[in-house]
């Protein structure tokens, strides 16, 4: 780049220090980049699967006596509500985990060079079509459950 462009893009301002990266650089650290991120997400993944595994949502039966049928009604639905609160919002949490990453390195991938590309493409696909499929069924398990109602 020459000294003039370099003067009118920073204003001549002698402070300003203009850091230059080769595109073969920029590529590398891309590459790294949406490496990393596909690690980050098979982790996330997989640790989601397993606390979704061990974890199944269980309405609790209150089996002590109540005051009043209205109020065991009352206790029992707001329990239901709470049983179905916190997967929600881990699920919620997790999902949008799952979608940043994903458009992370979507973005990091189309920055980088066909050659570079096309070794990285297969393993975002697969990630891609993982966090489909699983969020895709705990979708499903999310709506069994909020049809099951409980017993009154």
């Known amino acids: 780049m020459s000294n003039e462009v370099k003067n009118y893009l920073l204003d001549s301002s002698p402070d300003v220090i203009l850091t230059m990266v080769s595109y073969e650089v920029e590529a590398v650290m891309n590459v790294a980049s949406a490496r990393n991120l ?9 640790r989601w699967k397993e606390c979704c595994e061990t974890n199944t949502v269980h309405v609790k039966q209150d089996k002590a006596p109540m005051k009043s049928r209205f109020h065991e009604r009352m ?18 949490k997790n999902t949008r985990k799952t979608i940043s990453k994903l458009r992370k ?47 009154l």
Request: charged share 35%; aromatic share 8%.
């Open 38 to 46: 596909m690690r980050e997400l098979q982790v996330l993944l997989d």
């Open 75 to 92: 206790t029992r639905i707001e329990s239901y509500w709470e049983d179905l609160n916190e997967p929600f919002q881990k699920g919620s």
């Open 105 to 151: 390195i979507k973005g990091f991938l189309k920055k980088l060079p066909r050659s570079h590309r096309a070794k990285l493409q297969a393993r975002f696909s697969g990630l891609r079509a993982e966090a489909e499929s699983f969020m895709d069924n705990m979708m499903d398990r999310m709506k069994i459950q909020c049809d099951r109602r409980p017993s």
